[in-house]
């Protein structure tokens, strides 16, 4: 069952991230009408805001985009960074969102940044806990999958509240980009959705396999089983 559940999430993940990739390609070939890149789009966005100490910086890689809260960066892809596409200004507008967010004082926003150390420390739990175990027995299996459950129950947690932050971004750019006419009605908005909400099934599919997994380990603890674990 395990390696069941290793393969189906996991193809999950992938089928996810390849979707995203292939609509961002899809609506990446043709400029908008208004010719701005996703750097301006950004930085009018920002302005129009009245957020004035965010850094617009250009990143690395494809698809790279993310805004850093801890140091008020948003850092887009070359692609996006000088991009005049659908695909560009979509994923411009979101990072902005986000930084919108932080500006606001989004609470949503705000547990995720406060649940990034203790999520770090759960992915590493689940990651060497099994190789440590099965490497020196020295872990019980009944120990090993309460810590396990707990781990994975912190990065579900995360993945959760994670959830409603992107999401809203995702709102908050396509209002933007049509409000100040960044986009116009029709294919280009259009473009923008799909693009976003592809995206937005990334962190779906992340939601999806850690509350996976939560059950895999919590489930017989609950039910009294007694399967053995790495």
């Known amino acids: 069952m395990i390696w069941i559940l290793f393969i ?50 250009m990143g690395e890689g494809v698809l790279g985009d993310h805004y850093d809260p801890m140091h008020k960066r948003l850092v887009l892809s070359p692609d996006n960074f000088h991009g005049r596409t659908p695909a560009a200004l979509g994923v411009s507008a979101h ?20 649940a990034v150390g203790i999520t770090t420390k759960a992915n590493y739990v689940v990651m060497l806990l ?36 992107e999401f809203d971004a995702s709102r ?9 006419r960044y986009i116009q009605a029709g294919d280009e908005a259009n473009a923008v959705k799909k693009v976003l909400d592809a995206a937005a099934l990334t962190y779906v599919a992340a939601f999806v396999t850690s509350l996976a997994y939560l059950l895999w380990h919590l489930l017989p603890l609950l039910t009294g089983g007694n399967r053995s674990r790495d």
């Open 8 to 57: 189906g999430t996991m193809a999950l993940s992938l089928l996810a991230a390849w979707h995203v990739k292939s609509v961002y390609r899809r609506h990446n070939q043709i400029s908008v009408r208004s010719g701005m890149t996703g750097a301006h789009v950004a930085a009018e966005i920002l302005r129009r805001k009245q957020i004035y100490d965010v850094e617009i910086a």
């Open 95 to 114: 990072e902005c969102g986000h930084a919108i967010q932080h500006a606001i004082a989004y609470k949503p926003l705000h547990w995720r940044m406060a």
């Open 130 to 165: 099994p190789m440590l175990g099965l490497m020196t027995g020295l872990i019980q299996p009944f120990t090993g999958a309460i810590i396990m459950a707990v781990a994975w129950g912190v990065i579900m947690m995360f993945n959760l509240v994670t959830l409603p932050v």
């Open 172 to 180: 908050r750019a396509k209002a933007v980009l049509a409000d100040f």
